[in-house]
């Protein structure tokens, strides 16, 4: 990566047609705040189908209970994303955004592992998604916004390299806490782990106090008075945020339509994957048991040896996403993205394959790469070929292009577990994996295009 000098304060102030150049150590920076807010979405994925299922759910709706991330994408980040392109404010565009939903964050994680009812559980998921999707929109057009084109790529694949992190800490915060002398078999009265209450706790203060590092340590620019004039001539509000989006629509770049497909595939392929996962495991160390209807100790185990197993794949994320920013400059996003979901697809598709516990962590090497790709490259992607001054919006009408695959996947999944699945988790991997496979032939369809205006 090319050296840079650290940005002087007058080049925080000054107004800027072209973002100042920031050292690696100001990148990593302005991206910790990415740090707490995938902790949180970390402690969801490794967490929620083993609280659902000490609250009494079953196998086959467990997807629908996993409905509120994709509907609170859906609503929230293209509408926050449109607002904060035209939001003036001390804070400046995007922090605003950043603080309401940590705040939120923070106080739902606090409050997750403490839920006395499904009912109770599922309303606080969609609540701690909610804050989750005010803050993830703005951050990433916040990484476009405070970077040169030719910085993006260290900028996305930091921001990758936090969520493999991140995300690695969270999976394996109950498992060092047993670690620490907790007895991963001390529950409280609702049958929920005191591990899993003690990982929530922490994620609740990573959250917010990343966030606030960041905004602190790497303020947004100072807009530009033909910048604040131009925003001040634009409406605000929900209609005008909503009129945005539709025109943002109808003028999205050709790659950015084409990209569509294989997020389908990735993101429906991973939803499936952090849903089942866990039950996968429990069914191939105690088929006796049925995974979910094993006993409590045994589903347990399984579910953390599953979160052993995400520990390793976001790990491998971490070093792989650092490593990615070379190979990305010298070949691109595409191919390296479509090779990245070769290796998560061929790796799903051995894992059901596999009865040992120490066989099952040589795929999360390629379910790593995956990940890493599918948070970095194809930001990447998005960015080289939108307009600036339409970043924040269409950051927020790409996350749909994440949230629609959850919401299709949340609905087809309680109708083919049984007839196509044999009600088998195992088999709901292999499909992740198949399908994971299709997104990577996807994305090598996927122009280059130029940038809107150009």
């Known amino acids: ?149 030719g910085q993006r790529p260290a900028g996305f694949l930091v921001q990758s390299a936090f969520t493999g992190l991140a995300q690695c800490l969270s999976y394996a915060a109950p498992s060092l806490l047993v670690g620490f002398g907790i007895s991963q078999n001390l529950v409280d009265m609702n049958g929920i782990p005191v591990i899993v209450r003690i990982a929530f706790v922490i994620g609740a203060i990573l959250s917010i106090s990343t966030i606030v590092w960041s905004v602190l340590r790497v303020p947004e620019l100072k807009l530009s008075d033909a910048d604040l004039a131009d925003m001040a001539a634009k409406r605000m509000g929900a209609g005008a945020a909503l009129a945005e989006i539709r025109d943002a629509f109808i003028a999205m770049p050709r790659p950015m339509r084409q990209l569509a497909w294989a997020m389908l595939c990735q993101w429906y392929a991973m939803f499936v994957y952090w849903q089942f996962i866990a039950l996968s495991v429990s069914r191939t160390l105690f088929p006796a048991g049925e995974g979910a209807k094993a006993s409590s100790a045994d589903f347990i185990s399984a579910s953390l040896t599953a979160q052993q197993m995400g520990v390793a794949y976001n790990a491998v994320s971490f070093v792989a996403a650092l490593a990615l920013i070379p190979i990305v400059r010298r070949f691109g996003a595409r191919p390296v993205h479509a090779l990245c979901l070769v290796a998560s697809g061929l790796a799903m598709l051995s894992l059901p394959m596999l009865d040992s516990r120490i066989a099952m962590f040589v795929p999360m090497i390629g379910i790593g790469l995956g990940w890493a790709g599918m948070m970095g490259n194809t930001y990447l992607m998005l960015a080289d070929c939108i307009p600036p001054e339409r970043t924040g919006v269409y950051m927020g009408i790409f996350n749909m292009f994440i949230v629609i695959p959850m919401l299709i996947e949340t609905m087809t999944m309680p109708l083919i577990y049984g007839p196509l699945l044999g009600s088998d988790p195992r088999n709901a991997i292999l499909l992740a994996g198949m399908l994971m496979l299709c997104g990577a032939l996807a994305t090598l369809m996927v122009g280059r295009g130029q940038r809107i205006g150009a």
């Open 1 to 149: 990566m090319t050296s840079a000098t650290h940005a002087s304060a007058a080049d925080f102030a000054a107004p800027r047609t072209t973002p100042p150049r920031l050292s690696l150590p100001r990148i990593v920076e302005m991206n910790l705040g990415f740090f707490g807010l995938q902790f949180s979405f970390g402690l969801q994925q490794a967490n929620m189908t083993p609280i659902y299922t000490f609250l009494g759910a079953d196998e086959a709706t467990m997807p629908l209970l996993w409905l509120a991330g994709p509907m609170t994408g859906l609503l929230i980040q293209p509408l926050v994303g449109a607002l904060s392109d035209r939001t003036r404010s001390r804070l400046g565009r995007r922090t605003p955004y950043f603080l309401i939903g940590a705040v939120i964050c923070s106080l739902c994680l606090f409050l997750m592992p403490y839920s006395s009812t499904l009912w109770m559980a599922a309303s606080l998921l969609w609540l701690l998604d909610a804050g989750n999707n005010i803050t993830m929109e703005p951050y990433r057009a916040y990484v476009a916004d405070r970077l040169e084109p």
